[in-house]
């Protein structure tokens, strides 16, 4: 499990009263209520969301090699850049792994599919899967949670740090008000507070953490 971090966004004292979190289309169902969804401030590529770990080492791998048919020596520059770009330190060892059956990944149609959509992927977006996008583009790995509304206070958790970019965003989608974060570090990280408009960060301050 993640250290999670408690978020909490607070809109400016004097324009409280005009702004409602829950009259903005910022929201998903869950199963435990209503979530703030960063989808809808950054919306992330349906084609991402594909399986990260291990997984990806062989399915790329099964598909620049055509099946297994062509050995790492003999692949295109391309490819090899692109197995490079994947993260792929060791594409021989995969290589011999896949053709011996010495690995958890049986070389299938969907092997070769996951394999094609991965390198897609990294073509379209500069990504693979989900992970590094929303550690990026969100600044955390996965989506909110335990999301608690009043009025003009919304409160959540994420995974292990604090959702800059998103609320950088949400300020930006809304120019007009002054948004502020404070994130509460798990594990004595330390807590962050953070002021922002028109998507432009104002002010950031960090209290003490613990030695």
Wanted: negative net charge; hydrophobic residues 35%.
């Amino acid at each position: 499990m993640p250290n999670w971090t408690i978020n909490t966004i607070a809109v400016e004292g004097k324009k409280r009263g005009n702004f409602v979190f829950l009259d903005h289309d910022l929201f998903k169902a869950g199963e435990k209520g209503l979530q703030f969804d960063f989808n809808k401030l950054i919306p992330m590529p349906k084609s991402l969301s594909i399986t990260e770990g291990s997984q990806k080492r062989y399915a790329v791998i099964y598909y620049l090699t055509g099946k297994c048919k062509t050995s790492i020596r003999n692949l295109s520059s391309d490819a090899k850049a692109m197995i490079g770009r994947m993260g792929i330190w060791d594409p021989e060892t995969v290589f011999v792994q896949l053709t011996n059956g010495a690995c958890d990944y049986v070389k299938s149609d969907k092997l070769y599919k996951d394999g094609q959509q991965y390198v897609k992927n990294m073509e379209d977006y500069g990504y693979s899967t989900w992970y590094d996008w929303c550690c990026d583009k969100w600044g955390t790995k996965w989506n909110a949670c335990e999301t608690y509304v009043d009025g003009s206070t919304l409160s959540f958790l994420t995974a292990w740090s604090a959702p800059i970019p998103v609320f950088l965003a949400l300020s930006k989608k809304f120019p007009d008000t002054t948004f502020f974060m404070e994130s509460d570090y798990e594990g004595g990280e330390g807590r962050c507070h953070l002021t922002a408009q028109g998507g432009c960060l104002l002010d950031e301050t960090w209290d003490g953490t613990e030695d």
